[in-house]
């Protein structure tokens, strides 16, 4: 497996989870949940692509701007994710900032899969997008183990 192939399965798994909490309603242990389970996937997800992925791209000169462009939508979402996490679910707010969320996070991996990859295919080789993987799956877990604990919606579950 290469590094396009293993982030394009969290890509599939996030927009199933994204789709399923569109579905939740008002304060229930449902919601807390998935969002919970989403919020640490995203997150962990980005920061593992910023340290093996982009890590890369930033150095060639033809992905640089891109690269840039990418990370600064992972903080847009992060800060998003955070406000939503310190939000009342049973707000009629929750649901409409999580909407914007998901519209802002679908054109995210979109344009990873459509426009990122592509590029980064020209700069990277078959082998090192093979060690990426790797790699991004270890610094996922790392990232995942770091993180388990300190939302908010997990405190008062
Ligand atoms: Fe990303
Ligand atoms: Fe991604």
């Given at each position: 497996?290469?590094?396009?192939?293993?982030?394009?399965?969290?890509?599939?798994?996030?927009?199933?989870m994204?789709?399923?909490?569109?579905?939740?309603?008002?304060?229930s242990?449902?919601?807390?949940?998935?969002?919970?389970?989403?919020?640490?996937?995203?997150?962990?997800?980005?920061n593992?692509?910023?340290q093996?992925?982009?890590?890369?791209?930033?150095?060639?000169h033809?992905?640089?701007?891109?690269?840039?462009?990418?990370?600064?939508?992972?903080?847009?979402?992060?800060?998003?994710?955070?406000?939503?996490?310190e939000?009342?679910?049973?707000?009629?707010?929750?649901?409409?900032?999580?909407?914007?969320?998901?519209?802002?996070?679908?054109?995210?991996?979109?344009?990873?899969?459509?426009?990122?990859?592509?590029?980064?295919k020209?700069?990277?080789?078959?082998?090192?997008a093979?060690?990426?993987?790797?790699?991004?799956?270890?610094?996922?877990?790392?990232?995942?183990?770091?993180?388990?604990?300190?939302?908010?919606?997990?405190?008062v579950?």
């Amino acid at each position: 497996m290469d590094i396009y192939e293993r982030i394009k399965i969290d890509h599939d798994l996030q927009r199933e989870m994204m789709d399923k909490i569109m579905e939740t309603h008002g304060d229930s242990d449902e919601r807390r949940r998935l969002f919970s389970e989403f919020k640490l996937e995203a997150d962990s997800h980005a920061n593992a692509e910023e340290q093996t992925f982009y890590a890369d791209l930033i150095d060639h000169h033809d992905s640089q701007e891109q690269t840039r462009h990418s990370v600064a939508e992972h903080k847009e979402t992060c800060d998003l994710l955070d406000e939503l996490d310190e939000m009342d679910m049973s707000s009629a707010g929750w649901i409409k900032k999580f909407e914007t969320l998901k519209h802002d996070l679908t054109h995210h991996i979109d344009e990873e899969e459509e426009d990122v990859f592509p590029m980064a295919k020209k700069l990277i080789s078959g082998k090192e997008a093979e060690e990426m993987a790797k790699e991004f799956e270890k610094r996922k877990a790392i990232e995942q183990k770091d993180m388990c604990g300190k939302s908010h919606v997990r405190k008062v579950a």
